[in-house]
T-cell receptor
Framework: KAGVTQTPRYLIKTRGQQVTLSCSPI?????VSWYQQTPGQGLQFLFE???????NKGNFPGRFSGRQFSNSRSEMNVSTLELGDSALYLC???????????FGPGTRLTVT | AQTVTQSQPEMSVQEAETVTLSCTYD???????LFWYKQPPSRQMILVIR??????QNATENRFSVNFQKAAKSFSLKISDSQLGDTAMYFC??????????????FGQGTILTVHP
């Protein structure tokens, strides 16, 4: 069974631009969670989607948003990029139980 | 709010030896899950082991085992017969599977483990 995939793997954007990251969960998984990983703040929870609905949200500004499609694929969007948004963005998928999460390889976003 | 603390920023061990990584957590919940994840230099987070709080028996997965002390809110990971491929950052994580906490892992700061030949 294929693992979690994330595209693109690397991205360079300029301040003020917006970006969309994509995550395809493991087949059969209906929950997708997103995390931001930075050297200073560590791993922080962004949000979780289950059955196309956002069920949980972390403490991030409204510039960070996401959605989930009927096939469980998820996208996250960051608008008006700031230098501090440079990070590794990880998504993780899980079954209906939403407990055990399996991570993708991440998208490395650099904002210049 | 739950917090997870890993007090060892870095550790090292010789190949074939045993090493223990520490983790403490704080929660007022009675039902929760604890995990150890491994993140090698390739950055892919890999689930190593999980423990349900209601289970008294410590989880074991091959060379990896945990020492779960619920009253002390302690959850350490023991790696036996360390291998070079165990070199990675290890994260302790917590989840309270209820209400709006579903789907949210709270991570510790991580411990960098280096296995020396």
């Amino acid at each position: 069974k294929a693992g979690v995939t994330q595209t693109p793997r690397y991205l360079i954007k300029t301040r003020g631009q917006q970006v969309t990251l994509s995550c395809s969960p493991i087949s059969g998984h209906r929950s997708v969670s997103w995390y931001q990983q930075t050297p200073g703040q560590g791993l922080q929870f962004l949000f979780e989607y289950f059955s196309e609905t956002q069920r949980n949200k972390g403490n991030f500004p409204g510039r960070f948003s996401g959605r989930q499609f009927s096939n469980s694929r998820s996208e996250m969007n960051v608008s008006t990029l700031e230098l501090g948004d440079s990070a590794l963005y990880l998504c993780a998928s899980s079954l209906v139980s939403r407990v055990e999460q399996y991570f993708g390889p991440g998208t490395r976003l650099t904002v210049t | 709010a739950q917090t997870v603390t890993q007090s060892q920023p870095e550790m090292s061990v010789q190949e074939a030896e045993t090493v223990t990584l520490s983790c403490t957590y704080d929660t007022s919940e009675n039902n929760y899950y604890l995990f150890w994840y491994k993140q090698p230099p390739s950055r892919q987070m890999i689930l190593v082991i999980r423990q349900e709080a209601y289970k008294q028996q410590n989880a074991t997965e091959n060379r990896f085992s945990v020492n779960f002390q619920k009253a002390a809110k302690s959850f350490s990971l023991k790696i036996s017969d360390s291998q070079l491929g165990d070199t990675a950052m290890y994260f302790c994580a917590f989840m309270n599977p209820s209400g709006t906490s579903y789907g949210k892992l709270t991570f510790g700061q991580g411990t960098i483990l280096t296995v020396h030949p």
